[in-house]
């Protein structure tokens, strides 16, 4: 079957599914297959289930014209997908990083939406299934939409590119992140850098953290440059305060001059700037932006605000890298409060370099002075330090709740692999 052939079935049957759990009446089925599971094997149950059709590439043993039999699935959600973005003509905004790419995300719909029909990707449906599941749940009346681009290996980024099709860009940082995958920060930025390399040969637009002197030397030959930062851009604004939460003093580009957030950390000031300039760059009118990022509250795991039996909780859950961890703690550090505790997960595919970047953040957590600090799985197990170790996040969360903790400040930050948030749940 032709892709324009399943387009026309997708446009009958606009909902497609990759999980027998979750399916719905009408859906059709993707049976995708990985190291350790074949879907293969449920599509027969998928249609039994209700779904409208099961696209398969491996014969289930049943002639049922419903299954439709492809050479790669994978490939052809892929396909389907790059075929539907084609159907329109309104800006791709693609946002990848090594950190904040999530929250920006959030932040630039937010803002977007309260103007546009926009629609971004839910969750963090971000990789090689995530990114083309997103574009087909994009419908016909959109006016905007925002995808995330995650990757952990150089080529993903251009892959997801050839399908989604960006008309605008944003990198928000290229930090230590998936250093294994990557081969280094060289590799991290090459990596990054795709999203430029697709943009620049399609004549879109970025918008640019000019803070950042390595984003300017990736952006070189893109002539269609939208700046935000402290000192230099179409807008700049600067840190207020960050206790308990992050306020913004615009000095550049806006009517309004304060920006009173949700978010916890000086960190996410170039997160709410792109979203800023995003927004101005689209003619929403700023009275929309102001209220759109100050209503947005973080409810994702992500330098989130929780107050529970009389503490005070920064849960930042779903990511945890060298660049981030050392922003998170530094930012607590500065926290004014009496009893400050730190519990912290190891951080993942750093390669190599994993058992000297946990020694580092050792280090860095000697320098300030800390009512308890327990160190959770990972190379934190390999290093040397004289804090609470736990292997695992439910050993951490029995001795949370042995501790009967009143009146005390928390950060909880550890890699998603993690599930740190079961400390507090």
């Not at 539907?84 to 693609?94: L, T, Y």
């Not at 905007?144 to 989604?164: D, L, R, S």
Request: aromatic letters at 10%; proline letters at 3%; a negative charge.
């Amino acid at each position: 079957m032709t892709i324009e052939a399943l387009y026309q079935l997708y446009l009958q049957h606009p909902s497609i599914q990759t999980d027998t759990r979750k399916l719905k009446e009408g859906d059709i089925f993707f049976a995708l297959k990985g190291p350790n599971f074949n879907a293969n094997l449920f599509a027969v149950k998928a249609l039994e289930a209700g779904a409208a059709y099961a696209v398969i590439d491996e014969p289930v043993g049943m002639n049922d014209n419903r299954l439709i039999l492809v050479e790669d699935v994978l490939q052809t959600l892929q396909a389907l997908a790059g075929y539907h973005r084609q159907q329109f003509k309104i800006p791709f905004i693609a946002i990848t990083g090594s950190n904040g790419k999530t929250t920006t995300k959030e932040l630039v719909y937010t803002v977007l939406a309260s103007h546009f029909k926009t629609y971004t990707t839910q969750g963090n449906l971000n990789n090689h299934i995530g990114v083309p599941l997103t574009l087909l749940s994009i419908p016909a009346d959109a006016e905007m939409a925002v995808i995330e681009m995650g990757a952990n290996h150089q080529k993903e980024i251009e892959g997801y590119c050839v399908y989604t099709d960006p008309t605008h860009g944003i990198i928000t940082n290229c930090g230590k992140a998936h250093l294994e995958g990557f081969g280094g920060i060289e590799g991290v930025r090459k990596g990054k850098g795709e999203l430029y390399d697709y943009i620049r040969a399609h004549n879109g637009t970025i918008f640019r953290f000019n803070d950042y002197e390595y984003l300017h030397s990736m952006s070189k030959g893109i002539e269609k440059v939208y700046g935000y930062g402290t000192h230099n851009g179409n807008i700049t604004g600067e840190v207020a305060a960050s206790e308990p939460f992050l306020e913004v003093h615009m000095t550049k580009g806006t009517s309004f001059q304060e920006v009173s957030t949700q978010l916890v950390g000086a960190y996410n000031l170039p997160n709410v700037l792109c979203a800023i300039a995003v927004g101005k760059a689209f003619e929403v009118p700023d009275e929309k932006i102001k209220t759109a990022i100050e209503s947005y509250a973080p409810s994702n795991s992500r330098s989130q605000m929780v107050e529970k039996e009389g503490n005070h909780i920064i849960l930042d859950a779903y990511n945890a890298n060298p660049t981030s961890m050392r922003a998170a703690i530094e930012n607590f550090a500065r926290l004014t409060a009496q009893h400050k505790v730190l519990m912290l997960s190891g951080m993942m595919e750093l390669g190599e370099e994993s058992k000297n970047e946990h020694q580092q953040m050792v280090d860095l957590i000697n320098q300030y002075p800390w009512h308890k600090v327990v160190l959770v799985g990972g190379d934190f197990g390999k290093v040397n330090h004289n804090y609470i170790y736990f292997s695992n996040s439910t050993e951490a969360a029995n001795w949370y709740q042995q501790q009967k903790f009143s009146t005390t400040h928390l950060l909880i930050k550890g890699s998603r692999s993690m599930q740190m948030e079961k400390i507090i749940a």
